[in-house]
């Protein structure tokens, strides 16, 4: 059948497409659900969530070139993570410090690194993903102009993706990264999670402006705000971010508001900062049941479908954390390894 190319991007999606995405969304809420409650059980000594944030991660994994395209994640990105290939159990391994693919257990969790998914290592410092993606992008430019590779190739990286939350946006590294893209008319997309606190400050104490994407006119690119709880809403603010990149018209500043449900981490009491009533309200938002319910009305999912899902991502859960249980601890000399690649005389 043919495709209608004048409906939005999302309305294009395959029915088992937006099931799949459906699928990614509540894994990785059981995923997070699971890892709290390990943790209040003294099993793992740190957790930070990604509750609230999984509609925009799975509509943004959807909309590049997964495992092709350069992704720079931030420590927030379970549902994206998932998204692009990462199996449960890795994160399961990262949680318990056991080798997990990322570092062999050297890091701490969240800090994702896939080289076969073309994710880079993260750092335990904020913001410094947006240079690198910068320069990612920079690369993938030159190498099309140079004539290196094909810009047509669905086998080569087309763009770079990056994420962090809007308190990192007053880093320096987020302006310079920016602005780079923007002289250059890099094929990046920074994608900005606005879950409203920067740890325990309100974004009208980190930023004079309405908006993240408010500030994309002084780096000469568009700036788009979009409802973070609304997957198909952000997979067409994404999709029409990737089609710029892919055509060589330059980054995209993509703003998706939604709200931090849980705290900032475990190591956070979010009572001292905000109201359980304004938790509440924003649970009455949240994206899984929205878009839970949006499938079914379109015929799409029926419940016992939805049913099926939850059931097979709690057993899903319950294998990767057998396997990181089952898992034995890295030898401590290992800690002294892989650092830095062999030279040419080893």
């Known amino acids: ?126 913001t410094t993903q947006v240079p690198q993606a910068a320069g990612l992008a920079f690369a993938i430019q030159y190498r099309q102009r140079c004539g290196m590779v094909d810009p047509a190739d669905a086998t080569q990286p087309r763009l770079a993706l990056t994420c962090l939350g809007e308190g990192s946006t007053s880093q320096g590294e987020w302006h310079e990264g920016m602005n780079w893209a923007g002289v250059h008319k890099l094929p990046m997309i920074c994608l900005v999670q606005n879950n409203m606190y920067a740890i325990s400050e309100k974004t009208d104490q980190q930023m004079a402006v309405a908006n993240v994407a408010d500030r994309a006119s002084a780096y000469g690119v568009p700036g788009v705000v979009v409802d973070g709880n609304d997957v198909l809403a952000v997979y067409d603010a994404m999709a029409a971010a990737v089609e710029r990149a892919y055509n060589g018209d330059g980054a995209t500043l993509l703003e998706a508001k939604m709200y931090r449900i849980t705290p900032h981490s475990s190591d956070d009491d979010d009572r001292t900062y905000r109201s359980r009533e304004e938790v509440e309200q924003w649970k009455a938002r949240d994206a899984i049941p929205r878009f839970k319910q949006y499938l079914i009305g379109e015929g799409i999912l029926s419940q016992a479908d939805a049913d099926a899902y939850d059931a097979r991502a709690r057993a899903e859960v319950d294998r990767a954390q057998q396997v990181a249980d089952s898992a034995p601890m890295p030898a401590p000399e290992e800690a002294l390894g892989d650092l830095y690649a062999p030279s040419d005389a080893d």
């Open 1 to 126: 059948m043919a495709v209608n190319s004048t409906l939005r991007p999302a309305m294009r999606l395959a029915e088992s497409t937006l099931r799949e995405m459906y699928w990614f969304m509540l894994l990785s809420r059981r995923l997070d659900e699971r890892a709290w409650a390990i943790h209040r059980q003294g099993r793992i000594a740190f957790h930070i969530s990604a509750i609230g944030q999984e509609a925009t991660q799975v509509a943004a994994a959807f909309a590049i070139n997964r495992g092709v395209d350069y992704v720079a994640p931030y420590y927030r990105d379970l549902a994206l993570m998932l998204a692009l290939g990462m199996p449960p159990e890795d994160f399961m391994l990262s949680l318990f410090g056991k080798h997990d693919i990322s570092s062999g257990g050297r890091q701490m969790p969240f800090h994702w690194s896939y080289k076969n998914l073309n994710v880079i290592s993260g750092s335990a410092v904020v």
